[in-house]
């Protein structure tokens, strides 16, 4: 018996090595599809392997009579109809911590190239202008970062900013005085950390308690002059409302990975000078992309051979 295997998005080589060397199994990588040609492609195929440029509506799964797994090589499923997949006896697997490294890294660097304006700089230099006065920074070193969201990146941002002398005040539901302690961060409710905060980072999922989290009404009881890192999923911060709070100069910076329409279609936020951003490249690195590549691909082999997975 052959086992079909589509993977519709880029993923790494070196990562996919455990399908390659597995018996009985077909690979197709075709990763330029549009959803219309997906949805004509996808029959036939008993596992279809996703980043996050691929939607797998209930459209798509509905197409897919043969479809036994849903390999998802990173940790947001939100492209993924998970109740469609389920009705109709998918499983679907995530690489949860392949990517927690250099998302935290990718954190770490936007907070400190916004609070030293480095792209702005940057910028400026390239168009040959010498201008010392116009990037006047700020430090890190004794600032507080609010971390809304304490999982896995969240809990890696807070150990990596403490080196850089930062105090921590995180939220999460599961966050309790114990675990905090022994974390040495400080906790509050949501309002709390947001409050006292000289930079706020979110590293939630994007779920309906979390959309639109940072909106209007937080932005107003966060401090003047704050900086906001968003380096977990486009809409937990409203796009409006955050442009709203820079031009009126409460927020003084902030640093986006992700938007509420990906690929970018409204660059209006661009305009802002205050605003730096990268196009999702929170787990662009050659060390994630073969890690959560393999952790999936190691998923759909064992699913494959024995019938069971690790983590679905
Ligand atoms: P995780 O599941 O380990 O942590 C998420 C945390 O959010 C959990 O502790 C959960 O309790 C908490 N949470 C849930 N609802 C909340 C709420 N209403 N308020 C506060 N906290 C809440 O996930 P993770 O691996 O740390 O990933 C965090 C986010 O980063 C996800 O959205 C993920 O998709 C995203 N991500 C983005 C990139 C990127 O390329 N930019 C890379 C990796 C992960
Ligand atoms: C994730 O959820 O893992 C990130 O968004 C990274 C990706 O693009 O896969």
Redesign the pocket.
């Known amino acids: 018996m052959t086992f079909h295997i589509l993977i519709s998005d880029p993923l790494s080589e070196e990562g996919i090595y455990p399908l390659r060397q597995a018996n009985g199994v077909n690979i197709v990588i075709e990763t330029t599809l549009t959803p219309e040609q997906l949805e004509d492609r996808i029959d036939g195929f008993d596992a279809l392997l996703v980043r996050?440029q691929t939607q797998v509506t209930r459209e798509l799964i509905e197409k897919a009579s043969n479809l036994k797994i849903i390999g998802r090589a990173?940790?947001?499923?939100?492209n993924i109809d998970l109740e469609a997949a389920t009705e109709h006896g998918i499983i679907v697997v995530n690489a949860?911590?392949g990517?927690?490294n250099?998302?935290a890294e990718?954190?770490m660097a936007m907070m400190m190239s916004m609070a030293r304006k480095i792209p702005q700089a940057f910028h400026a230099l390239r168009n040959q202008q010498w201008d010392r006065k116009s990037y006047v920074g700020v430090e890190l070193k004794n600032k507080t970062l609010g971390v809304?969201?304490?999982?896995?990146?969240?809990?890696?941002v807070a150990a990596r900013a403490k080196g850089q002398r930062m105090n921590i005040i995180a939220?999460?539901?599961?966050?309790t005085a114990e675990k905090a302690e022994k974390l040495g961060v400080d906790f509050g409710s949501?309002e709390d950390v947001l409050k006292v905060a000289d930079f706020v980072t979110?590293?939630?999922?994007?779920?309906k308690?979390?959309k639109h989290?940072i909106n209007k009404e937080a932005f107003e009881i966060m401090k003047d002059g704050v900086q906001i890192i968003?380096?977990?999923?486009g809409g937990?911060i409203d796009e409006n409302a955050l442009f709203d709070a820079v031009k009126s100069g409460k927020v003084a910076g902030a640093a986006l990975?992700?938007f509420e329409q990906e690929p970018m279609v409204d660059f209006r936020l661009l305009d802002l000078p205050e605003i730096i951003a990268t196009p999702?490249?929170?787990?662009?690195t050659f060390e994630?992309q073969e890690s959560v590549a393999v952790d999936v691909s190691m998923d759909v082999v064992s699913y494959f051979t024995t019938g069971t997975v690790r983590n679905s």
């Open positions: 996050s990173g940790v947001g499923v939100d949860p911590d990517n927690t250099s998302a990718h954190t809304v969201g304490f999982g896995r990146i969240g809990q890696e939220y999460d539901p599961f966050l949501v979110v590293h939630t999922p994007l779920l308690d979390t989290l968003n380096c977990a999923r937990i990975d992700v999702h490249l929170g787990a662009s994630a």
